[in-house]
């Protein structure tokens, strides 16, 4: 099985900038999809940003123009850069990745903990 480790979070002022990292245990390059969520206390966990097997991307409209997401195969890691950063961008981010075959599976990260605050 997959484990995801996170990496990279800490505390930035506004309009600053972050790059998240993932590491994969395993291989990522069968995966279906792999991308980057977000959780605030009492909040629902919501996709920030995820990427496809086919190279595709999505982005949460909160967050376009602002954080790229990227993966690279070889090292087993997808990467979210983060520029811009604004006070409501603040919470525990997820790393998250999808095998849609059967027998379906999903692995999680542990969360890493972003906060932007002046």
């Known amino acids: 099985q997959v484990q995801l480790v996170e990496s990279g979070g800490g505390l930035v002022q506004p309009g600053g900038s972050l790059r998240l990292s993932c590491a994969a245990s395993?291989?990522?390059?069968?995966?279906?999809?792999m991308g980057w969520y977000r959780q605030e206390p009492g909040k629902q966990r919501e996709l920030v940003a995820e990427?496809?097997?086919?190279?595709?991307?999505n982005y949460a409209d909160s967050v376009k123009g602002r954080f790229t997401i990227s993966r690279d195969n070889t090292k087993n890691t997808v990467t979210l850069q983060m520029n811009s950063l604004k006070p409501e961008d603040t919470a525990v981010y997820y790393c998250?990745?999808?095998?849609?075959?059967?027998?379906?599976?999903?692995?999680w990260g542990q969360g890493t903990q972003v906060t932007v605050s002046s």
């Open positions: 990427i496809t097997n086919g190279g595709g991307t």
């Open positions: 395993g291989s990522i390059f069968s995966a279906n999809a």
């Open positions: 998250n990745v999808k095998f849609l075959s059967f027998p379906y599976r999903e692995y």
